[in-house]
């Protein structure tokens, strides 16, 4: 150690006029650790890991964003590179050893391999390597930490430098010139050591501890649940294995637990009353991920309070049973169109990709007004970059989905605001006396007073009705396909049913409210399908202030986290949960409350689900009337990212149905 630092002073400080201290700090603590710890004296592998390491440490904290020229790109490379070297040491340290030819444990390495030869542990040379990284990284940064900003305050306080230069000075009084200092003479350090404690005190290198809970504990009367990291569980909905995911950790943990979940911490609750918690609790408000707040703006899924509660008013408004009634001729048009144009003439299809483009079509010409033409196409192409930008990592480079999502938002934005600004213009004139698209009747009821969003915000709500409408009813769709390939007797009721309702009607007549009404068999396998595959994954809340739950405190700021299939799949409430089964929904009110929440529950009821409900049921009754199909991979699995979408889009064959 004392070769080292005179080695480094004599190198970076003697005969310099001005020196810059930060980086010579880290690069004096690395040269220490190498010497010291890893055997390693100066030389050409030394100055490849200083230059490696720099580059590594400044990837720990970066987002794990794995491509080209990214920081943690380039410190995943680096990280290999040094293992590459370290791994080299180790083998040679452990062929002197097993040779006979080492009989110093003074460098980590050998000091590791004779405890492992002597059985106290069990570590491969790969984890004697990841650990010897992490006794790289602890002892650079903190130290250089502490060295630059000790030199720091003694230039500012000249009677502490007086102090411990005395102190110093005495020491190497009683040595030679050249003589390296002693375990002894740094004991006799106590004032510089103070100094260097008060420096620790304000100014700590670490910026704090984090730490997860195994079991639960308490302090200071608060309950801490126990819990993980939950990286776990984003890996379990890409592979669909979520469910199984929910119940280990039920099982072994209880209802209660903590998680991290998108880097917060999270309260993972399970069951009916932690449903109803949820959807019913004024202090958990709707919580969503930095890219969904920055592509989507302030909309119902970012606002509170008072604000919160006008726009979720008007837009229940909106999407209440009879203004949806005057939208079905448009929906009816919308959904001819779409099969005659994609689905009539094809032998094969796929139905994930046609379902998501039907009901963005749908609510272009019922929400938006926006009938076919090159402003729809542009938006539909835009609209899927965005979607699959919102949950993103929130890195803003050039081609990165964040980045993309981000520009397609603001192409998106911009279209929107004209037709905005078009509908006002013609409010303001007198020229429009409808208020059938979600514009013009968000400019009514401001007008009215009802609320003060600007046209930018009903902008920002408009997408948010795309994106939910856009997603949900695509999944439903598509699933119901899914379901009704593979079970021959609940298609055959469902187009009895549809047929009957067909048979009350003209060729070309459109489907009416009471139409629908009559569809209650084909809601009730719709039901089952939303039971079986939901649609949202979870619903993710955030506590404005500290609340109770079960005995459990939840601070503010926190997470809440319940998922749908929890008690959609679970025997306790749905006999023979994994048997799909349309009668169960017979008698609804033999369901527990709040164990059946595809649209969530109480005064967070979805305001979309008649939309939904509405937009379903036309489709499937001109596909059931007019198809049938066959799936073209039976075996085709699906994933949730985050919605549930077959891996391969479900690909079916198709065969045009004769007339009864």
């Known amino acids: 150690m004392d070769e080292e630092v005179r080695r480094h002073i004599d190198l970076n400080w003697v005969g310099h006029k001005t020196v810059t201290v930060a980086p010579l700090a880290r690069r004096l603590a690395f040269d220490i650790i190498c010497s010291v710890i890893f055997g ?6 030394r100055e490849a890991l200083a230059a490696d390491f720099e580059t590594m440490v400044k990837a720990m904290l970066s987002i794990p964003v794995n491509i080209p020229f990214t920081k943690f790109n380039k410190g995943l490379n680096a990280s290999r590179r040094i293992r590459k070297v370290l791994r080299q040491i180790a ?35 790969e984890d004697i390597v990841d650990n010897a990284i992490v006794l790289l990284a602890a002892g650079y940064e903190t130290s250089s930490v502490l060295i630059t900003f000790l030199i720091r305050c003694l230039a500012n306080e000249p009677d502490i430098f007086g102090k411990i230069t005395d102190e110093q000075e005495e020491i190497a009084r009683s040595k030679s010139p050249n003589e390296p200092l002693t375990w002894d003479d740094v004991s006799r350090m106590k004032y510089t050591w103070k100094v260097a404690l008060e420096i620790l005190r304000t100014i700590s290198p670490i910026f704090g501890s984090f730490r997860t809970a195994i079991k639960d504990i308490e302090y200071q009367g608060y309950h801490i649940p126990k819990g993980w990291q939950s990286i776990s569980l984003l890996r379990a909905l890409c592979s669909n294995t979520d469910y ?26 399970a069951g009916p009353a932690a449903n109803h918690f949820v959807f019913s609790n004024q202090d958990l408000i709707f919580t969503q991920t930095k890219a969904i707040n920055t592509i989507i703006g302030r909309s119902i899924l970012t606002l509170s ?33 779409h099969i005659d144009l994609n689905w009539v003439g094809h032998k094969t299809v796929k139905v994930a990709p046609l379902a998501k483009r039907l009901t963005f079509d749908i609510i272009c010409s019922v929400v938006f007004g926006q009938g076919i033409g090159p402003i729809r196409e542009a938006l539909a192409t835009d609209f899927e970059t965005l979607v699959q930008a919102l949950l993103s990592l929130p890195v803003n480079i050039p081609f990165t989905k964040f980045n993309k999502g981000l520009s397609a938002s603001r192409r998106i934005r911009k279209v929107l605001r004209q037709i905005a600004r078009e509908r006002e213009a013609a409010l303001q004139q007198g020229h429009s006396s409808s208020a059938d698209d979600f514009f013009t009747y ?36 598509t699933f119901l396909l899914r379901y009704l390939a593979n079970d021959p007797d609940i298609l055959r009721k469902i187009t009895e049913e549809q047929e009957e309702i067909a048979s009350s009607r003209g060729p070309n007549e459109p489907l009416t409210w009471d139409d629908v009404s009559r569809m209650k068999y084909t809601w009730k396998v719709a039901l089952e399908t939303l039971r079986t595959v939901p649609p949202i994954f979870g619903s993710f809340r955030t506590a404005i202030k500290d609340i109770e739950y079960q005995g459990y405190h939840i601070p503010k700021g ?29 008698n609804q009110t033999s369901i527990p409350p709040y164990c ?32 049938r199909w066959k799936l073209c991979c039976k075996e085709e699995g699906y994933r949730k990212d985050p919605l549930p979408m ?8 198709l065969e045009t149905r004769s007339p009864p």
């Open 305 to 337: 309070g008072e604000e919160l509660k006008q726009v979720r008013g008007a837009l229940q408004g909106y999407l209440r049973p009879e203004m949806v009634t005057k939208y079905m001729r448009k929906m009816d048009e919308e959904v001819r169109r």
């Open 40 to 45: 390693q004296g100066v030389g050409p592998i």
């Open 558 to 586: 926190w997470k809440v986290f319940t998922a749908q299939s929890i008690t959609h799949l679970d025997g306790n409430f749905f006999n023979d949960p994994v048997k799909f089964d349309p009668t169960r929904f017979d």
């Open 442 to 477: 968000m400019l009514v009821l401001r007008s009215e007073g009802t609320h003060s969003l600007t046209v930018e915000d009903i902008v920002d709500n408009a997408i948010v009705l795309l994106t939910a409408g856009y997603g949900n009813s695509a999944v439903l769709i």
């Open 646 to 653: 077959p891996v391969l889009g479900l690909p079916i064959e």
């Open 244 to 269: 199984q995911w929910y119940q280990d950790r039920i099982k072994k943990y209880g209802p209660v637990f903590k998680m991290s979940l998108f880097g917060s911490p999270t309260v993972l609750m």
């Open 91 to 125: 083998r040679d340290m452990e062929g002197a050893l097993q040779q006979g030819y080492s009989s110093s444990a003074d460098d980590f390495f050998t000091y590791m391999l004779v405890l492992r030869s002597k059985g106290t542990h069990s570590l491969t040379v």
């Open 596 to 627: 059946f929440v595809p649209f969530g529950g109480g005064p967070r009821m979805c305001p979309g689900n008649e939309f939904a409900r509405t937009e379903t049921l036309v489709t499937m009754h001109y596909l059931v009337r007019q198809f």
